[in-house]
Nanobody
Framework: VQLQACGGGLVQAGGSLRLSCATS????????MGWFRQAPGKEREFVAA????????DYADSVKGRFTISRDNANNTVYLQMDSLKPEDTGVYYC???????????????????WGQGTQVTVSS
C-alpha cells in the first residue's frame, strides 16, 4: 500500500498550491480520504476530508473558503487546492485513507488506516 503525496513547496502569502495524493497497491473498497497537517512543535491537525463519491466534504474552520478538496476515483487520486495561503498554513501535509468507509467522511486522524509520507508546504510572509 502506497500513498504518494506531492505538490508542496515554498510560496508567498496570498499564493496558491495544489497538493495531490495517489494511492496504489491494493483495492480499498469505498474509502474516504483526508488531509492533515503538522506544523513544527504542534500536533497533527485535520485540514479537509472527502467521502468516496466526492459529494460530501468537510474542512477545518481555519481553511474554509480557501482550500478545496476533490478526488478522481478513476485515477485513485485526491487533491487539495490551497488558495490565499497564509504563513500559519506552513507545515507538513499528509494524506490518509480510511478503508471500507462506505460514503462517510472522517475528521479524526485515528480513524484513518493508511498515511502518505507528507509533503512540505512553506508560506512566507
Amino acid at each position: 500500500v502506497q500513498l504518494q503525496a506531492c505538490g508542496g513547496g515554498l510560496v508567498q502569502a496570498g499564493g496558491s498550491l495544489r497538493l495531490s495524493c495517489a494511492t496504489s497497491g491494493r483495492a480499498f473498497g469505498r474509502y474516504a480520504m483526508g488531509w492533515f497537517r503538522q506544523a513544527p512543535g504542534k500536533e497533527r491537525e485535520f485540514v479537509a476530508a472527502i467521502n468516496w463519491s466526492g459529494g460530501t466534504t468537510d474542512y477545518a474552520d481555519s481553511v474554509k473558503g480557501r482550500f478545496t478538496i476533490s478526488r478522481d476515483n478513476a485515477n485513485n487520486t485526491v487533491y487539495l487546492q490551497m488558495d490565499s495561503l497564509k504563513p500559519e498554513d506552513t507545515g507538513v501535509y499528509y494524506c490518509a485513507v480510511a478503508v471500507n468507509s462506505g460514503n462517510y467522511i472522517y475528521t479524526t486522524a485515528i480513524v484513518y488506516d493508511y498515511w502518505g509520507q507528507g509533503t512540505q508546504v512553506t508560506v512566507s510572509s
